[in-house]
């Protein structure tokens, strides 16, 4: 690679911030080393595992489960001018934990643009000339819209893989950690998976099943704590599990009391239960 001499220091910093991260989305590389630079050397490479037809990729310790939407674009927002059919690809890439927090989004390469969520996405959106941030057009509203579709697809798919042991997984994969956005296409992004919050049965309750927000029940995370230590999960129907810290500072969702006459019916069948009780 030829390169003038005033951009070799621009050239190892941007080397340096080479992540493992790239390597989820470069279909054809499987190994990347960087010596020579000042610090140590970079090297990732990463495994693809297939399991029960799902497809994971490990690099060094991290397993990431890889969700793909691929397709061609819709008639009026091909470009005539081409012969080949445009197509567009999405991947969303997460760990079992949600524990991701580089939150670049990815087109092969890492943008400078931020998107809040657990997980590591890359999509084939139109980037301005510095390949740094997405311009405002129609294909990327498109793009963004079938996005929200595939975290829909992820999080469901997760809700079925738990159900009975629900968790919070669906829902925080939905849920992103501020709002803050200089950017249009992003803020409406985020409206539309708030909608999904609404619309879902992605809400944890203590017997271990799903609910959508509308059904839920919800007092205090001490309130859930005592039921389920107490084993009465399967008398409060739609009780929320315990909100999370982060979960409870994005989503704040206040008391959703049972009606009365609930209430104390179930109040009634849990005191014929009561031995002794876990505080």
Known sequence: IHYKKEFESSIETQLEDCREEILLFLNNIEKI??????????????????????????????????????????????????????SFNITVAFQDDLSDKYYKLFNYFPTKLSIYLPCIIHATFELNSSRDYINASLKNEFIFEQLVELLKKCSLNLVEETEGKADWSPFKLLLPLTSTTDSPLIDTFYSNLKKLHDELKVFPCVDGRYESLRSIKYYDAGFSEWVTNNEFAEQFHSLLSPLEETIGKSFPVGIRSYPQNEFISIIDNVSNRINDLKV
């Open 33 to 86: 080393s960087i010596d020579g630079l000042a610090s140590e050397q970079i090297s990732y490479s990463r495994i693809r595992l297939i399991e029960n037809d799902l497809t994971y990729i490990q690099i060094r310790d991290k397993v990431w489960r890889i969700e793909t939407l691929e397709d061609y674009l819709p008639s009026g927002l091909q470009d005539v001018s081409k012969v080949e059919k445009e």
